[in-house]
């Protein structure tokens, strides 16, 4: 009697245990849900300045107007020889065939022009607008106008406008050997005060510029900037660069670059690129990532997490992983190299180093969580020199190395010192300084800190 | 106010949360969550076990054994509720995560015995329970 009563009591005891604990486990549910109901708003608030400002940028645009610019002057004749049966199109050839039917037909073109662009007797720059099937005609057949020199500078500032009236992108194409009137060889030592006078309507104007700079066999007669000691050389597929320059809006610059000129070649230097802020957050909890010392964000559930929480100890230096997204940038600074080089990390209270930076692999972009990152950059922070402060990961503007080794005083033997162009870095200075006084950066990303309690 | 008073009475004993990429979900949800349900359960444990058991239901549960069982129950719900909230949270289980359960057991085996020092007086049957003492008649 006594011992089923027990019994019972002790069943009805079990029961109470397991409705209070179930109880319990709601609560702990119901507790994390009013977290992440009184954290999202925080959280909002911090995300919402990055998020508008990149659709800002990210809006780009599915159609741009092109205007395209190709200089036949007598220098550029050898890359375009006439075509004859058996006898192999040259790169420029093949490549500039693409490019305009990409622009004639490709869906990423809204209104187009294609123009000519040579000089008159008195050296004044002339663009003639030109149909699509003249400008192939040019391209697979030859130049047959004769076309002396190259006033650069000028050449430049008249496409430009032209293309600002009819709100399009330019894309010209020349071997930037500039050629002034014979009577005004001084220009040689103004190039890059030229080039910038003649282009500061695209800084003016918030213009961005693109160099794209590639080689192509040559035959003919090759008319050096330097005429001694040879006035001209007759060459037969030796290597001379080219270079297409794509001015415009930032976005509509990358649209041209990726879409409509597609195979990029190596060489690429950007100007004028900025990019207000790139997504970014630190990542703490991820497994593929997992940091090491006294770190966390300072918000649980932020997302990104842009703030955290760290400490360093003697022995043990906080590292923790950036994750970016960079896919908007141009594509020669997407590369990991390039990042390399270039990436700074600065601090402010502390004193960061830059550890490695990684590029999305499939295992990562399979992960829903990590997807949205096309970069990785680790981060150790050593020690802390204030209670906060912030932590920057910056993308300085840089003048690509190339452009120095395709840069010469004296063109005149292309044989010798083939892939270069003559004072070209000079151009490109003239082009930079434009841009001077712009951030320093191509982006900034900052993630604070406050040191650990 | 009650995370901090929770963080701070774990993070005496166990020092900061490990991993520390957790830290936050550590003090703002396991810490607290535990700290009350150790609270309210073994309250809850010893009102049932004084005033249902040897009260309201006369069960004749009163020897100190049957008080030591109680004891042990709730040092096993002690045991569970730290590691399954680090599991719910999505927290990488570390050693920490079982010190913490070992340090709320011994938490659980103070509270269960000053409530009973508190609440033993109220109770028909087990007022003597575990011991006579500070109770006197």
């Known amino acids: 009697m006594r011992i089923t009563k027990f019994k019972s009591v002790l069943y009805t005891l079990l029961l109470c245990i397991v409705l209070t604990l179930s109880g319990c486990f709601k609560k702990q549910s119901a507790g994390d849900e009013s977290d992440t109901e009184i954290n999202p708003t925080a959280q909002t608030g911090e995300a919402a300045s990055p998020t508008t400002a990149t659709t800002a940028e990210n809006a780009a645009p599915s159609k741009v107007n092109v205007n395209l610019y190709l200089e036949i002057s007598n220098g550029m004749k050898g890359f375009m020889p006439s075509a004859t049966a058996g006898k192999e199109a040259t790169t420029f050839q093949n490549n500039l065939n693409k490019l305009l039917s990409e622009v004639q037909d490709g869906r990423y073109v809204a209104n187009k022009g294609?123009?000519?662009?040579?000089?008159?007797?008195?050296?004044?720059?002339?663009?003639?607008?030109?149909?699509?099937?003249?400008?192939?005609?040019?391209?697979?057949?030859?130049?047959?106008?004769?076309?002396?020199?190259?006033p650069l500078p000028a050449m430049l500032q008249a496409a430009l406008q032209n293309s600002i009236n009819q709100e399009a992108v330019s894309i010209i194409i020349s071997d930037f050997i500039h050629g002034p009137d014979p009577r005004d060889q001084g220009q040689f030592i103004s190039l890059d005060s030229d080039i910038r006078s003649s282009l500061r309507e695209a800084e003016h104007q918030g213009l961005a510029i693109a160099i794209l700079a590639n080689t192509s066999e040559f035959f003919g007669t090759?008319?050096?900037?330097?005429?001694?000691?040879?006035?001209?050389?007759?060459?037969?597929?030796?290597?001379i660069p080219y270079y297409i320059w794509v001015i415009g809006k930032q976005q509509d610059?990358?649209?041209?670059?990726?879409?409509?000129?597609?195979?990029?070649p190596l060489q690429q230097a950007y100007f004028g690129f900025e990019y207000e802020s790139v997504p970014?957050?630190?990542?703490?909890?991820?497994?593929?990532?997992?940091p090491a010392g006294i770190v966390y964000c300072s918000s649980r559930n932020a997302d990104p997490c842009t703030s955290v929480n760290l400490q360093p100890g003697k022995n043990e230096p906080v590292e923790f992983t950036l994750g970016l997204d960079l896919r908007l940038l141009p594509a020669s600074m997407q590369s990991v190299d390039y990042l390399k080089r270039n990436l700074?990390?600065?601090?402010?209270?502390?004193?960061?180093?830059?550890?490695?930076?990684?590029?999305?692999?499939?295992?990562i972009k399979a992960t829903p969580d990590l997807a949205k990152y096309s970069h990785f950059v680790r981060v150790q922070v050593p020690q802390l020199t204030a209670n906060s402060g912030s932590i920057s990961v910056q993308l300085p503007q840089v003048s690509p190395n190339w452009i120095k080794t395709w840069s010469t005083d004296n063109d005149n033997n292309p044989v010798a010192a083939p892939k270069q162009t003559y004072k070209f870095s000079k151009i490109a200075d003239g082009v930079q300084a434009l841009y001077r006084d712009q951030s320093d950066y191509v982006f900034n990303a900052t993630t604070q800190f406050i040191k650990a309690d | 106010m009650i995370q901090q008073f929770f963080s701070g009475l774990y993070e005496f004993v166990l020092g900061r949360p490990m991993p520390a990429n957790f830290t936050n979900d550590y003090r703002e949800v396991v810490f607290p969550n535990t700290g009350l349900m150790l609270f309210i359960i073994s309250l809850a444990m010893v009102l049932v076990y004084y005033y249902v058991l040897n009260r309201m239901m006369s069960t004749g549960l009163y020897k100190p054994r049957h008080w030591v069982i109680f004891l042990v129950l709730n040092a096993i719900i002690a045991f569970i509720i730290p590691i399954a909230q680090v599991n719910g949270n999505e927290i990488e289980t570390h050693s920490y995560?079982?010190?913490?359960?070992?340090?709320?057991?011994?938490?659980?085996?103070?509270?269960?015995?000053?409530?009973?020092?508190?609440?033993?007086?109220?109770?028909?049957?087990?007022?003597?329970?575990?011991?006579?003492?500070?109770?006197?008649k």
Do not use: C
């Open chain 1, 114 to 150: 294609f123009y000519l662009a040579k000089e008159d007797a008195k050296s004044r720059p002339v663009l003639d607008s030109v149909s699509y099937n003249t400008i192939k005609s040019y391209i697979v057949s030859g130049i047959k106008d004769d076309v002396r020199g190259t």
């Open chain 1, 222 to 239: 090759y008319h050096p900037a330097v005429k001694t000691p040879e006035l001209r050389r007759t060459l037969n597929g030796v290597e």
């Open chain 1, 253 to 264: 610059v990358q649209l041209v670059t990726n879409k409509v000129l597609r195979n990029l």
């Open chain 1, 280 to 290: 970014f957050s630190a990542l703490l909890k991820e497994k593929a990532f997992k």
């Open chain 1, 344 to 363: 700074k990390v600065t601090g402010n209270g502390s004193r960061p180093a830059l550890v490695s930076v990684t590029a999305a692999d499939e295992s």
């Open chain 2, 97 to 136: 995560t079982y010190m913490f359960a070992f340090v709320n057991v011994v938490y659980s085996l103070i509270l269960f015995f000053v409530f009973s020092l508190l609440l033993k007086r109220g109770s028909v049957q087990a007022w003597t329970t575990p011991m006579k003492w500070p109770n006197k």
